[in-house]
């Protein structure tokens, strides 16, 4: 196997997270819900987003591998007991030259129209 195919089964959706990725799938949060409804089959810019990827030992919301852009969703959690490992988690993401997109639950609610402009953006690069 060559260095990079190496690296991809070691970094990118790790065979060994595969059942923990299909559950959150299943059982993805209202607001992850409900703008995945709004970005799966290339309906931002003809881009293509993934739900529940696997980085290295982090599972994102959404990913783009053609754009390297992810989109997380924070709930509640991520302002209280999540917040230094959510820091650790996006400084090794951005290391790997990948960009991400926050959004708060809040903002998927009552802001929608904002959120998708935003990724829009980011997309049309």
Same mark, same amino acid.
């Given at each position: 196997m060559?260095?990079?195919s190496k690296q991809m089964t070691e970094v990118f959706n790790k065979s060994l997270q595969t059942a923990k990725r299909q559950y959150?799938?299943?059982?993805?949060?209202?607001?992850?819900?409900?703008?995945?409804?709004?970005?799966?089959? /290339? $309906?931002?810019?003809? =881009?293509?987003?993934? /739900? $529940?990827?696997?980085? =290295?030992?982090?599972?994102v919301d959404f990913y783009s591998p053609e754009l390297k852009l992810i989109i997380e969703i924070d709930g509640d959690s991520h302002f209280q007991e999540n917040?230094?490992?959510?820091?650790k988690r996006q400084q090794?993401?951005?290391?790997?030259?990948?960009?991400?997109?926050r959004f708060t639950?809040?903002?998927?609610?009552?802001?929608?129209?904002?959120?998708?402009?935003?990724i829009k953006q980011q997309t049309s690069k």
């Open positions: 060559g260095s990079f959150l799938r299943k059982h993805m949060p209202p607001a992850e819900l409900k703008l995945w409804q709004h970005i799966k089959a /290339r $309906q931002i810019n003809g =881009r293509r987003f993934r /739900r $529940q990827y696997g980085i =290295r030992n982090y599972i917040r230094s490992y959510d820091k090794y993401i951005e290391s790997l030259g990948l960009k991400v997109l639950n809040h903002e998927v609610y009552y802001a929608l129209e904002q959120v998708l402009n935003t």
